[in-house]
């Protein structure tokens, strides 16, 4: 078999031969060379370097140029001569004013630049127009001096007159002559507003005087002519906002005002029917002619209605309107029923405070029954009570022990000693009877026959108002002295055999009438619970008193009858009270 090997010199396919690396060679430095020239060619384009020491800065002037700048210099040293001899005048201003032409015409022939010549072109153009504008500004000051007295005396015509020339001098001032101290861009703007502000102010003064004149109109009910010149005003104010906007007279608040009044005008003679219908029902209300009054005032209450409907801008339009006239036409149609309510509340207090407890109890069934119709079928009338209806329902509620707590509070009531039909109960409350009346016990010293703790003074309140429905008598908390009257003297008391107090109750309030009662024939007025006094001197922002001390004090403290002071709505596990009688009220 042959074998075949390979050549050592023979070159591969990515090889280069080196002829051909020697051109690629000559090709870069070429390339390089062509670039380094194109740089060198632009660079002689380009701008190049000045000596400014061998720069030639004379121009030739000509003679006639230079004698236009002497003959503004020597018009100048003429003006100047005159202000040394008077005040310049018009034709004095003038040699100023050729001087500046004379050297305007001069910078404006030169070929070059000439700084100081414009400098004093600069300072002549000022000092010139300063002169020029003085007498304009005089005058223009004079005029708007002249319009401001005329429009004190309420000549508006001849005040915008002189306005409108004060503000045309100004103007002039500001466009022909701005270099001046008399430029005053703001003092034009000014004039011209005043201009227009009298120019406004008659037509304005002549809406107000036509809205006062509907005004009129429509105090008499003449409505026509009321909306007529009520019309004209609006039409005077709205050209006001249009074509006199910024100015003081441009209101399209009132132009709005003006708009709901002719609304309320073109409403008005309906409210007056509605008024008349409404007086017809009062007056057959004071009549007692109530079915007549109710149905009169059921009348105004759908005119009303209409007239919000139609008019919801006029002024009026009232909702309230409608749901009074409803109310009167319910209590009026309501009337017989509700006098009967109140004749049957009457009766029925008569019967608890004589004690006939089963005739009260069928009256309180009336009365629940009654009130119970008056609240379906009337339910806005004004004879609506709802203390009465509250207290007849809390009186159905407990009817069955009427008597039972009538004969409880009567036998432990005494009389105090000065106390003008007043009568108080012997004991505190204790809980058992709390709970009877108020339906829950909130003491903390758990006990039938203890007395009613961690009640507030509203609380208390609320079980004296209770009281009194069930007594048909007046029932309240004892004030202080009434308190001190049936408490007596002090002096020969011996205080253990009467007060319970830190030294025997073990810190809480004990079964009411266990002690001995005091003289007066009261228990307890002292120690065991501290008791709520009646508020008849204080605010009812005021904390409330209570008076006798408490079970956890000392009897050298009892002994001082002690008044402490709490919030209303305070509750304390030592503090309760009792309560005190008018057995004369009915």
Not at 86 to 98: F, M, Q, S, V, Y
Not at 323 to 339: C, F, I, M, V
Not at 565 to 576: F, I, K, M, S
Request: net charge negative; hydrophobic share 40%.
């Amino acid at each position: 078999m042959a074998i075949f090997q390979k050549s050592p010199h023979k070159r591969m396919p990515h090889e280069m031969s080196g002829g051909k690396k020697f051109l690629i060679v000559c090709l870069v430095i070429l390339l390089a060379a062509g670039v380094l020239g194109a740089f060198w060619l632009l660079s002689q384009l380009g701008p190049r370097n000045v000596d400014f020491r061998n720069f030639d800065y004379s121009i030739e002037v000509p003679e006639s140029v230079k004698a236009l700048q002497q003959e503004s210099i020597e018009l100048e040293a003429r003006f100047e001569e005159v202000l040394a001899l008077r005040e310049a005048g018009p034709e004095d201003i003038k040699l100023l004013e050729r001087a500046l032409n004379k050297q305007e015409a001069y910078l404006a022939a030169i070929q070059g630049v000439d700084s100081e010549g414009y400098q004093r072109q600069v300072a002549l153009k000022e000092r010139y127009q300063n002169l020029a504008a003085e007498s304009l500004r005089a005058e223009s000051l004079e005029l708007e001096r002249t319009a401001e007295r005329l429009a004190e005396s309420e000549d508006y015509e001849g005040a915008r007159a002189q306005y409108r020339a004060a503000y045309q001098l100004q103007k002039q001032i500001n466009e022909n002559l701005p270099l001046s101290s008399a430029y005053n861009v703001g003092r034009a703007a000014h004039l011209e507003r005043q201009a227009r502000y009298l120019t406004a102010e008659p037509l304005y003064q002549r809406s107000l005087a036509l809205e006062v004149e509907a005004d009129q109109f429509m105090a008499a009910k003449e409505w026509g002519a009321a909306e007529e010149h009520l019309r004209q005003a609006m039409d005077l104010q709205d050209r006001l906002n249009r074509e006199y906007r910024g100015t003081n007279q441009a209101s399209v608040a009132r132009l709005e005002r003006l708009r709901i009044k002719l609304v309320g005008i073109r409403s008005g003679q309906s409210n007056v029917e509605v008024q008349r219908i409404s007086q017809l029902a009062d007056e057959a209300r004071l009549g007692n002619q109530n079915r007549e009054a109710a149905a009169l005032y059921l009348e105004a209450a759908r005119l009303q209605r209409q007239l919000n409907e139609a008019y919801r801008d006029s002024p009026f339009a009232s909702s309230e309107r409608v749901s009074e006239y409803l109310r009167k036409s319910q209590t009026a149609e309501s009337y017989e029923l509700g006098l009967e309510i109140e004749q049957n509340h009457d009766l029925m207090q008569r019967l608890l405070s004589e004690r006939r407890t089963y005739e009260a109890a069928e009256v309180i069934a009336t009365l629940r029954r009654d009130i119970q119709q008056m609240q379906e079928a009337f339910p806005r009338s004004s004879l609506n009570n709802e203390d009465l209806q509250l207290k007849v329902r809390y009186l159905n509620l407990v009817q069955n022990d009427l008597g039972f707590v009538q004969d409880r509070i009567y036998d432990a009531l005494l009389p105090i000693p000065d106390g003008d039909g007043w009568r108080m109960l012997r004991t505190e409350v204790p809980q058992a009877l709390y709970a009877q009346i108020m339906g829950t016990n909130p003491s903390r010293n758990k006990g039938d026959l203890r007395p009613v703790d961690s009640v507030s003074w509203v609380e208390a309140k609320s079980f004296c108002e209770r009281l009194s429905w069930i007594l048909g008598k007046s029932v309240r908390l004892p004030t202080e002295n009434e308190f001190r009257q049936a408490l007596g003297r002090l002096r020969y008391v011996v205080l253990e055999d009467h007060v319970w107090s830190v030294a025997d109750s073990d810190g809480a309030p004990q079964a009411v009438g266990t002690k001995e009662a005091f003289a007066s024939g009261f228990y307890d007025l002292l120690g065991n619970a501290s008791e709520w006094l009646e508020s008849i001197d204080r605010y009812e922002t005021e904390d409330a008193r209570h008076i006798g001390g408490h079970a956890q004090d000392r009897l050298e403290s009892i002994f001082t009858v002690p008044i402490r002071e709490a919030p209303r709505g305070e509750r304390n596990r030592l503090t309760g009270f009792r309560v005190v009688v008018n057995v004369d009220s009915l």
